[in-house]
């Protein structure tokens, strides 16, 4: 994939157009099963010469209102053209710098690749129209509005349907942002990721209706931002309702939310005594440890336990309204199966000083609703979904 040209969309919506703050929209989110990614679908260009490009969604990417676009993959972009590095556009890019040409350049570091990662692409402008649904039909909510990109090289671990990467970070610019701007809607996007890729998740900008008439009840805690990052303060960790056992230095960073990272990271010493729990109640209903499979470390025949996924249920312990919340895990969001008898521990091991104590994967977000409110800089997390019978497909 080294020779391959992504596009970065900085999305530029310049037409003034108002609606009350409590607007919403719903966009579609697919999963890509084999590489457990998380897309949405923009389609760049003009009227007919448009082309849809399937996005990666990603929390942490730290740089203004991007996506990457695979620049090969874009057919029929005759309106594509450069910005030059003395533009107000390219000047209101951070990170921005110039080639020899005079060409806006920007470099991003690499979201499926290590910490540093960089990659560095010319900046370029054209049309793009973004669908979202209603009432199960697609409609647009942005005709014909000028979009800018960076053609970023080495954009590598996506998969073969994803052409880039939606930025929804915390930034002045991110994707999520520039829409709420443009159309005066409160600074807020809710993520609902599916469990498979047989359905389609929910993106929402704005105020969500998740649920309907019967909305799903939420739980708030602050949300932190540092280094483009979304984080939540964590207190403590429980399994089955009894508290680890933790330096309490292991918790202070707090967890990072991601959406690339597939399965949740711990720190060893966390890692370790989550699995030791996970293990005793294991055996207790008659699974047998078996070997493990990477990137999983404890690994369970079933036997007596009849395919229960139900092993052990992990409580995070977030600061709430004065008081202690608690963010339940359990079930098919604790385990991940393997083969027809085997399940895993669906957590991985990250060593004893990585960046983070605690990156809190895809697995473990699919079927919660999660939102992500920037006016009140606060985070607010449903029940397991699957507890009032429900889903993030449809």
């Known amino acids: 994939m080294g020779g391959l040209t992504h596009l970065i969309v900085f999305v530029s919506m310049f037409a003034a157009i108002t609606l009350i703050s409590e607007a919403q929209y719903l966009i579609p989110v697919t999963k890509d099963e084999p590489t457990k990614q998380f897309y949405t679908t923009v389609n760049i260009g003009a ?3 448009s082309s849809p490009v399937n996005l990666l969604l990603d929390l942490g990417t730290n740089l203004t209102s991007a996506t990457g676009l695979n620049c090969r993959k ?3 972009l005759s309106s594509l053209h450069a910005v030059s590095c003395k533009s107000s556009t390219c000047k209101s890019i951070p990170g921005n710098g110039c080639d020899v040409t005079n060409t806006c350049l920007y470099t ?5 690749g290590k910490n540093t990662a960089v990659a560095t692409g010319r900046v370029v402008q054209d049309n793009a129209t973004i ?4 009432s199960g039909k697609p409609i647009s909510i942005a005709p014909s509005r000028r979009f800018t990109f960076s053609c970023a090289k080495y954009l590598q671990g996506m998969a073969p349907r994803i052409a880039g990467v939606v930025a929804l970070s915390p930034g002045e610019f991110p994707f999520w942002r520039e829409i709420a701007s443009a159309y005066n809607i409160i600074p807020k996007f809710a993520l609902c990721l599916p469990s498979s890729g047989r359905g389609l998740g929910y993106f929402y900008i704005g105020t969500h209706s998740f649920g309907g008439s019967n909305p799903v009840p939420m739980t ?4 932190k931002i540092d280094s483009g990052k979304y984080l939540v303060s964590v207190t403590s960790i429980y399994v089955d309702g009894v508290s680890l056992t933790l330096d309490p230095s292991l918790l202070e960073g707090g967890a990072q939310l991601s959406t690339v990272v597939p399965y949740t990271v711990l720190q060893t010493d966390i890692y370790n005594a989550l699995a030791q729990s996970f293990m005793l109640k ?5 699974m047998s440890e078996t070997t493990g499979h990477a990137p999983f470390k404890h690994c369970f025949e079933e036997g007596a336990s009849a ?5 052990s249920v992990m ?5 709430g309204n004065g008081r202690e919340v608690k963010w339940r895990f359990q079930g098919a969001n604790m385990v991940e199966r393997v083969s027809e008898t085997v399940i895993c521990l669906a957590f991985v091991d990250g060593g004893n000083k990585p960046n983070e104590s605690m990156v809190i994967g895809t697995h473990q977000l699919q079927n919660y609703l999660i939102e992500f409110d920037l006016s009140t800089t606060r985070m607010a997390f449903s029940d397991p979904l699957v507890l009032h019978n429900i889903g993030c497909s449809k």
């Open 131 to 134: 669908f979202t649904t209603q």
């Open 282 to 286: 294991a055996k207790k209903i008659g």
């Open 307 to 311: 395919k229960n996924m139900d092993v």
């Open 108 to 112: 991003q570091p690499r979201p499926l």
């Open 47 to 49: 009227g007919g010469m």
């Open 315 to 319: 409580e995070i312990g977030l600061p």
């Open 220 to 223: 708030l805690t602050p949300l």
């Open 74 to 76: 874009i057919r029929l």
